[in-house]
C-alpha cells in the first residue's frame, strides 16, 4: 500500500499537535513497512527547511515534498490543485490522509481531471477543525467536507461525538490512537522534591496558561518554592505578562517562549509536573485531545487538566493523572495540584502511568498499525 500523507503543518516549521501527529503517523507507517510520503505546503522559509533537512544526516527516511506557493492563506487552494494535479498521476497513491479538511475540494478537483485509479480517502479532525466558528466561505466548505464520502479518523469519542452531531455517519468516523515521535529512552526524572510546574503550548486563552498562574499565586503560601514554567509562543503573550506582574510572580513564573528541540529537552527534565487546565472558548475554540498531555507522560510526568472537550480521553484520574471539572476555577487548581506536590510518591506513580500508556500504546507504530488495520479491513470501501 502506498500511502501519502497530505498536511498544511510539518514537523520541521511546525511545532503544533497537527504536526506531530502527522510526523508520528508518517514515521509510524514506515517503520512498519508501508510506502509512504508526505506532502505538505511550501514556499519561502517552509520550503528551505524541509529542503536543508532532506539534505542532512538527520533527513527523515521517507520522502517529504515541499509543494510550492508564496501565500498560502490567500491562495492555498490554487496551491493544492497545481501541485497534486502534478503529483498524484506520478506517485499513484492508494490512500491519502488529509490532515485537516481545507485541501479536501482541491484534492476531489485534482482526482476528477487526473487520468488515475482513484485511491481511499481519510480525513483527520482535531477539535477546533470541526467546533471552531470560521467565516461564512469557509464554513460552506465545511459542510460540504462533512458530506463527501470519506472517511473520519479522531482521537476521541467526544470529536466523533461532534462530528455526528454536524451530519457525519457515525460508520465513516474511527477513532485512531494518539501519538507521539519516539524516545531515545526512557528519562529518568530525578529525586527531588516536586516544586515545577510546565505548560508546552501556544499561548492562547484556550490553554490555560492564565488559570495556572494564578494558582500558583495560591499555591506559594503553602508551596514557597513552587515555580512555573511555560514554554511556548503566541496571541497571549502580553495579557499573561500582565497577570504574572498582577500577581506578583515575575521570580515565580518564566514565559521561556519556543524551544529549540534540545533547549525543550531540558525545560522537560526541569519540571515536576505538566500542567494544562485547557478550556472551550468563545467561538468554539476547543481542545480535541491533547497530544502534549501524551508527550508529559512519555517522559515520566504526572499530568493536570481540565475537563473540556476531549482532555478526559487523554487525562484519565487516578492513572497518569488528575482533572479538574471547573478548568477555569484557579483555586480548584491550586487544590489538586497542592496535593499532589504534597505527595511525591502519587506524583511518581501517576508519572508511571503516562509513560506506560505511551510504551504500550502511544507509539507511532501503534498509529500505524491502526490505520492499516482500518482500511484493510473495509475492502477497499472509504
Known sequence: MRIVLLSQDWVDCSAGGIATLTAALATGLHEVGVDVEVWTRGGGRRGRAIRELAQSDSAHPFVVRALPGRNWRKRGQGHWRRALSLLL?????????????????????????????????????????????????????????????????????????????????????????????????QPVRRNRPPTTLMTV??????????????????????????????????????????????????????????LPPNQLEQAWDQADLFVMPAREELGGDTEG?????????????AVVGGRSGGVEAAVRPGDNGELIDDPRA????????????????????????????????????????????????????P
Open 89 to 185: 498521476p506520478k506517485v499513484q497513491p492508494d490512500l491519502v490522509i488529509l490532515t485537516t479538511w481545507e485541501p479536501l475540494d482541491a484534492l476531489g478537483e485534482s482526482l476528477a481531471s487526473a487520468q488515475v485509479a482513484a485511491p481511499k480517502v481519510a480525513v483527520m479532525a482535531h477539535g477546533r477543525d470541526v467546533t471552531g466558528e470560521i467565516d461564512a466561505v469557509r464554513s460552506r466548505r465545511r459542510e460540504q467536507a462533512w458530506n463527501t464520502d470519506v472517511r473520519w479518523l479522531v482521537l476521541s469519542h467526544w470529536l466523533a461525538g461532534e462530528l455526528a452531531r454536524r451530519g457525519v455517519a457515525p460508520d465513516r468516523i474511527s477513532q485512531i490512537p494518539a501519538a507521539v515521535l519516539d524516545l531515545p529512552e
Open 201 to 258: 503550548g501556544r499561548l492562547i486563552p484556550r490553554k490555560g496558561q492564565d488559570v495556572v498562574i494564578e494558582a500558583v499565586s495560591l499555591l506559594k503560601r503553602k508551596h514557597p518554592n513552587v515555580r512555573y514554567l511555560v514554554v511556548g509562543d503566541g496571541p497571549d503573550r502580553e495579557r499573561l505578562q500582565k497577570v504574572i506582574a498582577r500577581c506578583g510572580l515575575e521570580d515565580r513564573v518564566e514565559l521561556l517562549g519556543w
Open 289 to 301: 485531545y491533547g497530544l502534549v498531555y501524551l508527550e508529559a507522560g512519555a517522559r515520566g510526568l
Open 330 to 381: 484557579a483555586d480548584e487548581l491550586a487544590k489538586v495540584v497542592a496535593s499532589l506536590l504534597s505527595d511525591p510518591q502519587r506524583i511518581k506513580e501517576l508519572g508511571a502511568g503516562g509513560r506506560r500508556a505511551f510504551e504500550e500504546g502511544g507509539r507511532p507504530r501503534h498509529l500505524a498499525r491502526r490505520v492499516c488495520e482500518l482500511f484493510e479491513a473495509t475492502g477497499g470501501a
